[in-house]
C-alpha cells in the first residue's frame, strides 16, 4: 500500500484512468464525477487523463470536463502532450505539444501485423493523430461507437508503416477467442510490450513505455514528483500508475491485485465511485480548497 502522499506532502497532480473510472459503464461521465473533478482542477491541481485512448478520442472528454489543464498521457503511455492556448490568427485549429513520444520500432509494428495475421485477429494502428485500421474490420466500428472517435481505413496497414509511426497498436479478439491474446503477447518483439485493457484488448507500446513512465515524464515537466500525484484506475494497466503515485486509487470492481495494491478502494464507476475517492481527498486534508 503506497501512503507516501499522506505521510509526505499535498496532491498537487491528479492522474485518472478513464474507461472504468472516469466514466461509467455506459461510457459517459456522470454529473458528479465532473463536478468533483472540477473540484480538483479548481483547487490548482493538475488534472491528468492517462489512457490507452487516442490524443483524438482523450481530447473531447477534457473538453467536457472543462477543467483547465490540458495535459494527457494517450495510448498507454506512447505519446503525451499538452493542448495549446487557442490562437485567435487561426479559428478552430487545434494545438498540440508533445511532452513525451514513444513510436514503436517499425520493424517492430509489421512484426506485430505478423502475428496478428496468423490467428486472424484485427490490429488497430495508433499513429500521432490518428487511428487506422483495415477494411472489414468490425471490431474497431464497435469500438468507434463507444469512444466517439472515428478511425480512417487503409487495405493494408503495411502501406501506412513507414509514413506514420505507431504509438500503440491494439490487437483485438472476437468474443470467445480472449485467451489468444496472451498468447500473441507471448510472441512480441523484444523490443515492444503487452497490456491487456480488457479481456478482449491487447494494447502494445514500446518495451520502454506505459502509463507511469508517461506520466513521470509529464510530472517532471511539471516541476513536480511522484508523492506529489493521486491517481485512480481501475484494470490491470494501471497498476504500474498506481505504483507511481504517491495515492492511489481502485474502483471497486477493480481485480483483486489492483485494489490491494492501492491506498484506497472506491465504490465503483456505477457508484460515482470518483467522485467519492475524490470527495475524500479533501476531507483529509489532501487536496487544500
Known sequence: MNTSASQGGRIRALALDIDGTLLD?????????????????????????????????????????????????????????????????????????????????????????????????????????????????????????????WPSVVPDLREIAQAEPAYKLTVMAPAGREAELAAVATELPAGLRGAISRADYLEITDRSVSKASALAAVLRHLGLEPSQLAAAGDGANDEEMLRLAGHSMAMGHAPAALRALATWTLPSNAEDGLAAGLDRLFAEGLIDG
Open 25 to 149: 459503464p455506459s461510457h459517459r461521465i456522470r454529473p458528479a464525477v465532473r463536478d468533483a473533478v472540477r473540484r480538483v482542477d479548481d483547487a490548482g491541481v493538475a488534472v491528468i487523463l492517462a489512457s490507452a485512448r487516442s490524443v483524438s478520442a482523450i481530447r473531447p472528454l477534457q473538453a467536457e470536463l472543462g477543467i483547465g489543464c490540458r495535459l494527457m498521457v494517450a495510448c498507454q503511455g506512447g505519446i503525451s502532450v499538452r493542448i495549446l492556448p487557442p490562437d485567435a490568427s487561426r479559428p478552430g485549429v487545434v494545438a498540440f505539444s508533445v511532452v513525451d513520444s514513444h513510436p514503436l520500432a517499425t520493424a517492430d509494428a509489421l512484426a506485430v501485423l505478423d502475428v496478428a495475421a496468423k490467428r486472424n485477429l484485427p490490429v488497430s494502428w495508433f499513429g500521432w493523430l490518428r487511428w487506422i485500421v483495415e477494411r472489414g474490420d468490425v471490431m474497431a466500428w464497435r469500438e468507434a461507437r463507444i469512444v466517439g472517435d
